[in-house]
């Protein structure tokens, strides 16, 4: 079974403070992902990466950056956090071998709070 | 730019009622749309995959077709139990370059009572 985790179910972070949000995998997938996920907006892409040191902007990127300095871990940073990065968090992966469905395996997602 | 939408946001139905969930998209160039499923404070699971050039697919009593002339996706839910409660969301995949996004839809909460 692939297992994606994240480091935290639960953060509570002020407002200017620097987060770091981890994501791991253990199926050794090339691609990861960080999404946010708010009421009635869905899902949207933050960032994503095909390999290790290589990222790439999503739809809403402003305020994030990403690290991926090894295979299995993803980390999403909030340089210094704001009021209106309060959301759930969430985190894939998936394999680049996979050319027919491009399945992508979710972590349970980080609800953050800046308060 | 891709937009995915739900309708209904919420809907509540008694215990062994069958029901439609509907998504729809904007950009009709899909590689494949997806059903998941999602129980509060959790992950998403996937629940039926179909390919641009499938119609449909069936898990159970789940069956998710797929229209992409019109851009529709409906999942069909029969003899719906209370452990069907959750939030459905849909998603197409969409290819940009040598990118394999996904674009969600905001998700339909489903009640299901006893």
């Known amino acids: 079974d692939v297992k994606v985790t994240q480091s935290s179910r639960y953060l509570v972070k002020r407002t200017g403070e620097k987060v770091f949000l981890e994501c791991v995998q253990d199926?050794?997938?090339?691609?990861m992902f960080w999404y946010r996920q708010d009421p009635g907006l869905g899902l949207r892409l933050i960032y994503f990466?095909?390999?290790?040191?290589?990222?790439e902007k999503g739809d809403i990127p402003e305020g994030y950056s990403v690290s991926r300095e090894k295979k299995e871990r993803f980390s999403l940073i909030l340089e210094s956090a704001s009021t209106n990065q309060t959301s759930m968090y969430l985190c894939a992966s998936s394999h680049s071998r996979d050319r027919i469905s491009y399945t992508q395996y979710f972590g349970p997602g980080t609800r953050l709070t800046v308060l | 730019k891709q937009e995915v939408t739900q309708i209904p946001a919420a809907l509540s139905v008694p215990e062994g009622e069958n029901l439609v969930l509907n998504c729809s998209f904007t950009?009709?160039?899909?590689?494949?749309l997806q059903w998941f499923r999602q129980d509060p404070g959790k992950g998403l699971t996937s629940l039926l995959l179909i390919q641009s050039s499938q119609r449909e697919q069936t898990s159970g009593r789940l069956n998710a077709s797929l229209d992409k002339s019109s851009g529709r996706s409906t999942l069909y839910i029969a003899a719906s139990q209370p452990g069907d409660s959750a939030t459905y969301l849909c998603a197409v995949l969409r290819m940009t370059g040598s990118a394999r996004q996904l674009t969600f839809g905001s998700g339909t909460q489903l009640t299901v009572l006893p």
């Open positions: 950009d009709s160039a899909i590689y494949n």
């Open positions: 199926m050794d997938h090339e691609n």
């Open positions: 990466s095909y390999d290790v040191k290589m990222k």
